[in-house]
């Protein structure tokens, strides 16, 4: 069974540009989660997709945005990059039951804003 | 954003030698779990634990779901240099808020 996939690997951008990052979930997994992990700052969670809509959403401002399509893959967008955004994307998922659930993670994508 | 008070933050041990690791936190946690992390890559799951004072074990990897729910430990016995990597506890909850919360990481290193 495939795992979670992220893509691109690698991604560079510089300041004020917008980054759009793609995760695919584990087959029969419904909720999506974003987190970022900076250099020393540990994972943070970003955002929480299930069935299409947004769930919940961590510290971050509004620039961090995504969406859930309709096969359960989903899309990170950050806009307006700033150089404090440099760190690896992880992107989760997990059954999408009601209780709390276990999460499976994928590579991640490893954001560099120049 | 909240995070768990994971220790210790890094240990250096001789191979063969057991380790031991843990978190606590002020919240309460339906799930915890732990995850081990290699360099450049996603965390992997190890061992999720669902009921408070479950006691859990993956092959050499020992887990325990405190009975309080607000703290978990592992153990990993006989280490092997493929042990080495950063191990992160997670607590998980139910409904609205089932995004994880995240331990900072022990930084294990064994020596041959």
């Known amino acids: 069974e495939a795992g979670v996939t992220q893509s691109p690997t690698h991604l560079i951008k510089t300041r004020g540009q917008q980054a759009t990052l793609r995760c695919s979930p584990i087959?029969?997994?419904?909720?999506v989660y974003w987190y970022q992990q900076a250099l020393g700052l540990g994972l943070q969670f970003l955002l929480w997709y299930d069935e299409g809509e947004e769930r919940n959403r961590g510290n971050f401002p509004p620039r961090f945005s995504g969406r859930q399509f309709p096969n359960y893959s989903s899309e990170l967008n950050v806009n307006a990059l700033e150089l404090e955004d440099s760190a690896l994307y992880l992107c989760?998922?997990?059954?999408?039951?009601?209780?709390?659930?276990?999460?499976?993670f994928g590579p991640g994508t490893r954001l560099t804003v120049l | 954003g909240q995070q768990l008070n994971q220790s210790p933050q890094s240990m250096f041990i001789q191979e063969g030698e057991d380790v031991s690791m843990n978190c606590t936190s002020s919240?309460?946690?339906?799930?915890w779990l732990w995850y081990k992390q290699e360099p450049g890559e996603g965390p992997v799951l190890l061992i999720a634990l669902y009921k408070a004072g479950e006691l859990t074990s993956n092959g050499r990897l020992t887990a325990q779901f405190g009975i309080t729910r607000k703290d978990s430990f592992l153990n990993i016995s006989a280490s092997i240099p493929s042990d080495v990597g950063i191990y992160f506890c997670?607590?998980?909850?139910?409904?609205?808020?089932?995004?994880?919360?995240f331990g900072s990481g022990t930084q294990l290193t064994v020596l041959p």
């Open positions: 997670a607590g998980g909850r139910s409904g609205s808020a089932r995004q994880l919360t």
């Open positions: 989760a998922s997990s059954v999408g039951s009601g209780g709390a659930d276990t999460q499976y």
């Open positions: 919240s309460i946690f339906n799930t």
């Open positions: 087959s029969g997994h419904t909720s």
